[in-house]
């Protein structure tokens, strides 16, 4: 596309009523802090730090789940719809090592009933997460084999319709195969829900988990160690090569279709940590578990600007904050926190569609 | 060779992985079901110590391992000649793979079944009667072995009848043969005139709309449920049709509008939770109205963005409406999470429409109207604009299309007739409640028109009929329907990317690569 001279600025009616529309938000949103926390504080610090620190958990799977939609996205410019599900799957893995290794009965003398799972707890969740990962990275590899590499040039909807159909058929497959009823992630005693240091704020003790507190370490640990590997690594490299321009990429002799399948194994595997993580740490898993974790990681990329890889982190964490504090905060039912996703993905593509920090996106901003 | 056999092992493990997946969903007893459905066999004297029904799931297996066998068996491209020993081998080693991994599936299951573990409580379908059906009732060793024999013996059986049958010469000379007779009836000039003419399409759809309007005196009330169903699943369809087949923008919230038209017939009508009762007539035009307002003002900030963009909005638009409708907050208002009841009929020069038939023919005209309107708009000066901004947005900006009003008139339209279609539906089942408008909706409409033919019309009612025709057809299937939904999306998207009946225009997009270039016949010269 050649470059168009940009118009020169003028008040479009759209800008009017984008102004109007930011001037209310803004207005309500002053109020609402004014009122939560001057006028009538209806919540004291214990509460807002528990919220707060459910968001960072929750935001921290977001962001892991985020970074597979950029980079993808980043890769192939495309949203790739069926991402949530392989979390499903990466939760689906974690969950029968868990129920394997509690089978496994390794009596001591202390206590003749313990199992493998109580027995080496540490082993046992390494053992989860290595199968989780790897089934999750198996099955981006194959989604991307089966449905999205003989569709490479099509039309942008082509490719998406494509990704709705795999969303779907791996969900219900997934029902067929589990069954519908919810299970609960049998995690070693060490690791029970609920549990965790309590530390006394404002008068009461507020509980952080040994699960969150899991959570937060090893998708913090990941995210460092795919930041090295897109910057320091060669295969990063032809990534952000590819990214930049396949036609070139390829001509500077990187093998394109081999770069995509890693970006999808990668991606996969980190959706397949983000489902381990969900299932020890929240403790269900059923066959609808990724849809509106992968809808909201996609809102958190969006927000942090598509493409852009610390942007999704940063988004993701965002969001997760935002949907725990929002409900109290704006004052409006529990039950809606879902919308308050929604809404602000509406939001940002009104008035930022580049995202909180700017999306990386060189050309064809189609 | 070696290329051969590579192709063959290939294949045999694809269809050893259906297979076994087959199994573990339970399909293969619902196969054996359906096959004893259709052979009336159920009552028959066990053969060789099988029964009816594991026959029957034999067959089925007999069918993919034949399969199986021709796929392995087929040469590749840049081989010219087809010998038979390579055929052969190629479908006997397709069939030894395929055959090893069930039985080693089988093992593996029928063992852990005899040591009593509840495999169900970990995959749902495999409750003991179905792993005894699997094992054809023998022990575990046993029945992997048959389960190997079989695959294997039917593999090559496909080779040999994929060589011997498929691609043998005299395939080669019969179809030579049925084309030149076919070459010879079209040149008659009684067919060609017949061919030709307009009226010809007229009288076929006098006749078809006949029957359409015949059927629902002679079918129960059930299937006139149906029939209505499927009649509002054309008409959401070809309100999505506009916005996805003709403007190009995917909308994954469309269930949104649908929504708001039912609850607004059900509001505006039924005595709960405000007393309205107003007439049908009145609610239904403010229905439609009100859809097509939504429209505009969702897609007045969310057009603006990328096209991909806009499918996860949408999304999330209607995930919004129905939490909304669900939530605590809104119930005094929507009848939250247990919906609304007694919604209003149409009466019409006093006669009311209550029945079951008369909902048929309510929604048959509304079919009708919207198919008309579509029709006329999509020959108009708006559906080229929509179809030029669907091909290319830039270059019909530079043709002088206001892509964003044009955008945005697609929006509402598609939104109004489905604010139409929910109104008809909440009045037919008296009743809506917020899991009527979930996101399988909006799923299930976008399946019609893609599997059946973005941009068209006889491929929207084509794919409703399908889609949602068939599967009441097929009851035993009804469990696997929305599975192979997604399956048929991926499928048609690879295969098939226009659709079953593509709109002309689109047929030779498609096909102008391949050097064939038709002449639409459709939109021109009117």
Known sequence: ?366 | MKKQLRHAVNAGGIFGIITIFLFLIGFTGTAADLFSDLFRNKNAAPFLSLNPQMLNMLIFLGLIGLWAGAYGSRKSKSQTDDPWGAALIGGLTAGLVHGLLVSGLALLVGTLNLRGVRINVYLSELLPDAIKLFLVGKSPLQGATVHIVFLTLTGFLGGLLSRGVGRGSWRVRSGAAWNSILEKISQQSIVKQVRGSRNTRYVVYGILLLLVFLLPLRAGPYWNYTIGTVGIYVLLGLGLNIVVGLAGLLDLGYVAFFAIGAYTMALLTAPQPHHLMWSFWIALPIGVLLAALTGLLLGAPVLRMRGDYLAIVTLGFGEIIRILSKSDALTPFTGGPSGVKAIGFPTLFGKPFNSGVDFVYLIFLAVLLIIFVTNRLQNSRVGRAWEAMREDETVSRAMGINTLTQKLLAFAIGAAFAGLGGALFASRNVFTGPEDHNLMVSINVVAVVIVGGMGNIPGVIAGALMLKGLPEVLRQLEDYRVMVFGALLIVMMLWRPAGMIPSARRKMEVEKDKGVIETPDEGRGK
Request: aromatic share 10%; charged share 10%.
């Open chain 1, 1 to 366: 596309m050649p470059n168009v001279k940009p118009p020169a600025r003028r008040v479009t009616t759209y800008k009017i009523v984008q102004g109007i529309i930011g001037v209310v938000l803004a207005g309500y949103l002053i109020w609402r802090l004014f009122v939560v926390f001057i006028a009538n504080p209806s919540y004291g610090p214990d509460t807002w730090a528990r919220f707060a620190i459910a968001g960072l958990i929750l935001g921290s799977v977001y962001a892991l789940v985020a970074i597979g939609y950029t980079l993808v996205y980043g890769i192939l410019r495309m949203i790739n719809f069926a991402h949530g599900d392989i979390m499903m799957i990466g939760a689906f893995g974690g969950y029968f090592v868990f129920e394997a290794l509690k089978s496994i009965p390794t009596p001591t003398l202390a206590d003749p009933e313990l199992t493998f799972l109580n027995a080496h707890p540490v082993l046992s969740v390494i053992a989860a997460f290595i199968v989780g990962v790897s089934i999750a990275a198996l099955s981006g590899y194959f989604l991307e084999k089966i449905a999205y590499r003989p569709l490479r040039g099509a039309p942008r909807l082509v490719p998406l319709i494509s990704a709705i159909g795999a969303s779907i058929f791996l969900e219900n497959a997934a029902q067929l195969l589990f069954g519908a009823q919810r299970r609960d992630y049998a995690n070693p005693i060490v690791l029970t829900r609920g549990e965790g240091w309590g530390i006394p704020i404002g008068g009461s003790n507020v509980i952080l988990t040994y699960t969150g507190v899991l959570t937060v370490v090893i998708s913090t640990l990941i995210m460092i160690a795919l930041y090295l590997l897109v910057m320091r690594t060669r295969l990063g490299r032809s990534m952000r090569a590819v990214s930049e321009n396949k036609q070139v990429a390829a001509l500077m002799g990187i093998d394109v279709d081999g770069v995509i399948s890693r970006t999808f194994i990668i991606s996969g595997a980190l959706a397949g940590a983000a489902g381990v993580m969900w299932g020890i740490h929240l403790g269900l898993v059923y066959h609808f578990v990724g849809f509106i974790p992968g809808i909201k990681a996609f809102t958190a990329a969006v927000l942090g600007g598509i493409g852009n890889i610390p942007g999704a982190m940063i988004g993701g964490l965002f969001l997760g904050l935002v949907e725990s504090l929002g409900p109290a905060g704006l004052g409006i039912n529990f039950q809606l926190k879902d919308v308050i996703a929604f809404g602000i993905l509406v939001l940002v593509l009104i008035f930022r569609p580049t995202g909180i920090i700017g999306e990386v996106l060189t050309e064809e901003k189609v």
